[in-house]
């Protein structure tokens, strides 16, 4: 099969799909090559699950723009049967397919290896028009076996000090999808795709969640009428003014994450950035926006990438 052909990093990583992945697939589409795009994981050992639902908006919006669906290379190997097997069990596979979103260039479910990488809950799809009950259905079946069965096979308690019981567990994490769930259709207007992963090597919690809405700017500019003069002033509107009119509300999501020791991601359009523990006071009291070292090391503005991608990372070692 011919076409432009991109080469999928050994280990591809949030980093490396910002930095490597999506800049190659923007260089094609700036160029107006409308040719067929080749994602090759010939060489990919392994994905980290919070890209996986950057995968799936990164081929709408390749589709939006070719006259062809990107397609996926992945070789009949050993290494690549054990790849699949992990692409199955997360979800990957089902939805590129069901949505119409990818093409294979062999049957993906050939030569699938069952055995587990990680313990997996997989990735769901929000429609845009998904009712508040739907919603929550989704998470609760979301949550629900990760708590009550994946979790019990790490060697440290997730619950320790911090939570009194496994039902405050299931809350918070559950408020955390939620919150960026409902963002992406009432903000973005869009569909989401949503992961959930905890994985044994790092004694984390991934939580992913990527639409090809509207992005913080346009949204802000749609929805209130206010005049913001970039995507990083949008996202920071978004994230503080917002939140005096909500019960929860990403800043609330953000600042829970950070205190307790996690990372959080936010994308929007062009704009990337990065909140870590170190600046939780500084995010608090609302002290980033004027900080240029924070800018300096923390934002990025020339990743094009649209809608909004939010990946949260939270520590099981507490």
Known sequence: MSGKVILVPQYLSSFEFYNNLLKQVRNILVHGDSGEIIFDFSNTSKIEPLTIPNLLCLGFWIKSKSISKPCIRIPYTFEADILKSYLDNIGFLDLSMRYDIFEFEQSPYSGIDSRKIDPLCGTLMFNSNDNIDSVIRGISYYIDPFSDKYLKKFDVSILSSIYDDNQLFKNEMSQFIFELVVNSQKHGESFSFTTLHAKHSTKSIYISVS????????????????????????????????????????????????????KVRIHSNNTQIIFTERILYAFIKNKLIHDTNFHKFNVKNDVLFPGVHIELEIPMLW
């Open 211 to 262: 639409d090809c809405g509207k992005g913080f700017l346009r949204s802000i500019g749609d929805e209130e009428n206010v005049r913001v003069n970039s995507e990083m002033d949008a996202i920071f509107y978004g994230i503080y003014k917002r939140n005096s009119s909500k019960i929860y509300g990403l800043f609330n999501v953000i600042r829970r994450v950070l205190e307790l020791s996690g």
